[in-house]
């Protein structure tokens, strides 16, 4: 019987719970003082305060299961097996307590071990960094042949000044069929930008000190860090071709073919990326605002408008004609009921945000896709193969399209868009808006209101969102 993935989640928190840790719940998505970060994007993130040495814990040793969002993964959904914008991360935590010669067998343990999840050591395989010898040394005293583990320059984990130290990381090996590239290309080892390898776990040694002055001095207390993502975890475990099989994506999957114009799920073509896409925005959009998002036009409310409208247009490529997105979030929550019945518990909320969120982009998004579909026609009836830069701006401007989703959309049709153009458009745009704000204060108006409403409600951030994962990257 294959294991489920809340059987999967479970096993995880137990084992480190018997190796002395402390079960801390997920925490929100939504950062508590921590201006540097969107989302909270890792386990490790809403930890902060047990490392920096602002609040001591009880127990140096925590594990957890962290509900995260990276948005600098958005383009990989769908394409890449493994990326989503919402995961959670599990993970365990030494504050100045256990380091290396712990951390590395307990790892093993618990992936290969019969007790625990046994998996096959035959498909796992390691990177150190490779000035790393104590990690090296370590794997292959637990078990793991020279063969198996590779140097990475890469496995450095460093945010500039601060706490920082080399990082392990473990694969699977989905093997050969599964690859996007030959067998011999030089991308094609575990760490490489491929298909077969996949990254199931990082570990990271959090051993320096990174001084102002570029030097790294040895930390007092050293600490552990780890993260390995349940869905790929769940996925390696019931041997699904790509995350969006497993038991955590398929309801929502089988859902959204009943939504759809008897469109199914598994014919390898672009329809599967549109249902891979929706289950996983449907995932993203319904936690987040289960932790109190709202979409908005900036900040943490646009990353959901984007999605959401994302969402919305891949719908449409499956023929479905309303609103669909908010009928996902009760199947969204039967999935999570056994560790997160919040979601069940505000669902009504949740479809009520969603819903008219979809109701309000559904009034532009048919005569945005018009206007793109006969801009691509014209095109190519002229031999022509990019969308003009004005175009590019006028559908984001009027229509609430994210230029990005409009490439994606032209793209698929084998036709570029002038980003150059598109960008110079939003220069110009932005060039306006300040002007009209320098008028407003050179008339010395301080009228807070006044200001609201001079301020043009257009879309002005979609460029501009951050790269929230630069913590972890
Ligand atoms: P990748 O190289 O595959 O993009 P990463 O090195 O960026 O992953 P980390 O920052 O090391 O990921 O995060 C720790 C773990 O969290 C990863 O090993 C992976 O299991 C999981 N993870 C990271 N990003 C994602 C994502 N976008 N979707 C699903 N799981 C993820
Ligand atoms: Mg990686
Ligand atoms: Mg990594
Ligand atoms: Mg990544």
């Not at 127990?59 to 493994?82: C, F, H, L, M, W």
């Not at 699977?172 to 199931?200: A, H, V």
């Not at 008897?262 to 891979?276: E, I, L, M, P, Q």
């Amino acid at each position: 019987k294959k294991l489920s993935s809340g059987e999967i989640r479970q096993m995880f928190l137990d084992f480190f719970k018997s190796k002395g840790h402390s079960v801390e719940p997920s925490a929100s998505l939504i950062p508590v003082d921590d201006p540097t970060l969107l989302w909270i994007n890792s386990g490790v993130a809403t930890l902060k305060k047990y490392f920096d040495g602002t609040v001591i814990p009880k127990n140096p040793r925590i594990t957890n299961a962290q509900k995260s969002i990276r948005t600098n993964d958005i383009e990989n959904v769908g394409k890449t097996a493994r990326h989503l914008t919402f995961f959670e991360m599990l993970g365990n935590f030494s504050v100045g307590d256990y380091f290396k010669k712990e951390v590395i067998p307990w790892a093993w343990e618990f992936l290969t071990s019969d007790k625990w999840l046994g998996l096959d050591k035959d498909k796992l395989y390691v990177t150190v960094y490779p000035k790393d010898k104590d990690a090296k040394e370590l794997w292959e005293k637990t078990g793991v042949p020279a063969s198996h583990i590779y140097e990475v320059e890469d496995n450095f984990w460093d945010i500039g000044e601060g706490p920082s130290g080399p990082d392990t990381e473990i694969f699977y090996d989905r093997g050969q069929s599964f690859n996007n590239l030959p067998e011999d290309d030089p991308e094609s080892y575990p760490g490489g930008e491929n298909e077969r390898y996949e990254e199931i776990w990082n570990i990271v040694f959090s051993q320096y000190n990174h001084l102002p002055d570029g030097r790294y001095v040895d930390q007092p207390h050293k600490n552990i860090d780890t993260g390995m993502g349940l869905e790929r975890l769940v996925s390696v475990i019931q041997g699904t071709k790509t995350n969006f099989e497993t038991d955590l994506f398929l309801p929502i999957i089988k859902a959204t073919e009943k939504l759809s114009a008897g469109k199914t799920y598994g014919n390898g073509g672009r329809d599967d990326v549109a249902f891979k896409i929706i289950a996983d925005h449907a995932r993203t959009v319904t936690f987040a605002i289960g932790d109190g998002a709202l979409p908005s036009n900036e900040g943490r409310g646009y990353v959901l408008r984007r999605l959401i409208r994302r969402a919305a247009v891949n719908g449409r490529r499956l023929g479905i004609k309303d609103a669909f997105l908010y009928k996902l979030v009760p199947v969204v929550g039967d999935i999570m009921e056994s560790y997160y019945p919040e979601i069940n518990r505000n669902k009504a909320f949740i479809q009520k945000v969603i819903r008219s969120e979809e109701d309000r982009f559904a009034e532009t998004l048919d005569a945005g896709l018009s206007l793109l579909n006969q801009t691509i026609a014209d095109l190519k009836a002229n031999n022509e193969t990019v969308v003009p830069g004005a175009t590019a701006f006028k559908l984001f401007d009027t229509f609430g399209f994210p230029v990005e989703l409009t490439k994606e959309i032209a793209e698929d049709q084998g036709i570029d868009v002038d980003m150059k153009g598109y960008e110079k458009n939003m220069e110009a745009q932005r060039t306006r808006a300040r002007a009209a704000r320098g008028d407003a204060q050179s008339m010395g108006s301080q009228d807070k209101t006044l200001m609201a409403i001079k301020t043009p409600s257009k879309f002005t951030g979609w460029t501009d969102l951050q790269d929230d994962a630069k913590l972890t990257d």
